[in-house]
């Protein structure tokens, strides 16, 4: 949320152009997820950033074991990839996850 709000990614509603706005987005969002979650039988697998961060590997080969593909050590290196990122967050593509 505070990318979107710094980047000024509006995504055409200007939810991110005051930071109210994008909390109250970020909020309705949340709660329009668990909607869907508790009305329709999604195959989803909720992902949290704090525990990739803490457990990496494991998190990824969740991941890849939930879409039914093999893991890839290079999964580990995402940030030796040397292709250009065309995001707001291309400059920490590049670096490991702390």
Known sequence: MLSVYSNLLTHGFYCA??????????????????????????????VRYEDM??????????????????????CLAFHENRRYARTASYAQVTERLL
């Open 17 to 46: 152009y005051a930071l109210e706005s994008a909390a109250r987005h970020y909020a309705l969002v949340v709660d329009l997820v668990e909607h869907y979650a508790r009305e329709m039988k999604l195959n989803y697998l909720r």
């Open 53 to 74: 961060v803490e457990d990496q590997e494991a998190s990824i080969r969740q991941v890849l074991s939930f879409i039914g593909e093999e893991f890839d050590p290079s």
